[in-house]
């Protein structure tokens, strides 16, 4: 499968890594277009892929074109790539916030695949969320689908508003997760714990309640009450999070997430 990418950013290059090492495509077989020199030398040293400052030179003949910029680059890149699209050609886009379409009507191409990945994806550990216009043939989700789970769990979600959901809950919430983590090291060293001794109690708390979770299929309250004894060091732990607001904080980062990837999707 011949891929193209427009914009070489970390992301774009986590799932071009994810492809080759599937065997998916060989590196020949997969061209990148990026503005910035330094960064297609460096993507053509670790990778092999070819590389152009030249969008339509990156995307003629790609069967699968993944759109990889930055949400206010969409204005500059989406005629241009428009033109140079052919109609058999799908395209997937992982930009924050731009809907369907947006992606449609500034190419005129219709067959668009949305995706939103998260940092995780890096290191083959991530969750994606995606879904395709009507136009998209079963084909074409097939291959994407193919290309997503080289990032780790994928998910396909027939409603476009999911995808904007999943990007407050899946895509931002890597950054409460390390928020989270880093306030449990700093908890250890407070209370007289090497930092090192911390950052692997926690690193390793939270990997392993995050598996339990998901290998039990219990409910998080469950499996809470289960660790947390009358009376006991949970409960009161457990009492100074709620009185600190834990949980409503964590609602509404969420919420706050949401509103700002709507906003996204009406300004691009």
């Keep these: 499968m011949k891929i193209s990418f427009v914009g070489g950013g970390v992301m774009a290059e986590a799932i071009l890594r994810g492809i080759v090492s599937a065997g998916l495509a060989a590196p020949t077989d997969i061209s990148v277009g990026e503005p910035v020199q330094a960064r297609r030398d460096d993507l053509a040293r670790k990778h092999g892929v070819t590389v152009t400052g030249d969008n339509a030179e990156a995307v003629a003949g790609a069967e699968l074109v993944v759109l990889s910029v930055k949400p206010q680059a969409l204005g500059n890149v989406l005629p241009g790539l428009g033109a140079a699209l052919k109609p058999d050609q799908a395209l997937a886009s992982i930009v924050a916030g731009a809907t369907i379409s947006t992606i449609a009507d500034g190419t005129g191409h219709q067959?668009?695949?949305?995706?939103?990945?998260?940092?995780?994806?890096?290191?083959?550990?991530?969750?994606?969320?995606?879904?395709?216009?009507?136009?998209?043939?079963?084909?074409?989700?097939?291959?994407?689908?193919?290309?997503?789970?080289?990032?780790?769990?994928?998910?396909?979600?027939?409603?476009?508003?999911?995808?904007?959901?999943?990007?407050?809950?899946?895509?931002?919430?890597?950054?409460?997760?390390?928020?989270?983590?880093?306030?449990?090291?700093?908890?250890?060293?407070?209370?007289?714990?090497?930092?090192?001794?911390?950052?692997?109690?926690?690193?390793?708390?939270?990997?392993?309640?995050?598996?339990?979770?998901?290998?039990t299929g219990t409910h998080p309250a469950e499996l809470r009450n289960m660790v947390t004894s009358p009376a006991g060091t949970t409960a009161a732990a457990l009492?100074?999070?709620?009185?600190?607001?834990?949980?409503?904080?964590v609602i509404e980062a969420v919420a706050a997430a949401y509103r700002r990837s709507k906003e996204l999707g009406k300004s691009s």
Aim: net charge negative.
């Design 111 to 215: 067959a668009v695949i949305r995706i939103m990945p998260n940092t995780p994806a890096q290191i083959g550990a991530g969750i994606s969320a995606w879904t395709a216009s009507g136009a998209v043939t079963d084909a074409q989700k097939a291959a994407v689908r193919g290309v997503v789970s080289t990032l780790g769990e994928e998910v396909y979600v027939a409603s476009e508003d999911l995808i904007d959901m999943s990007t407050a809950l899946s895509a931002s919430g890597p950054a409460y997760v390390f928020s989270f983590v880093e306030s449990l090291i700093d908890a250890g060293v407070n209370i007289g714990m090497s930092r090192d001794l911390a950052s692997r109690l926690a690193i390793e708390t939270v990997l392993g309640s995050a598996r339990m979770v998901k290998e």
């Design 239 to 249: 009492v100074a999070l709620e009185k600190g607001g834990f949980r409503p904080a």
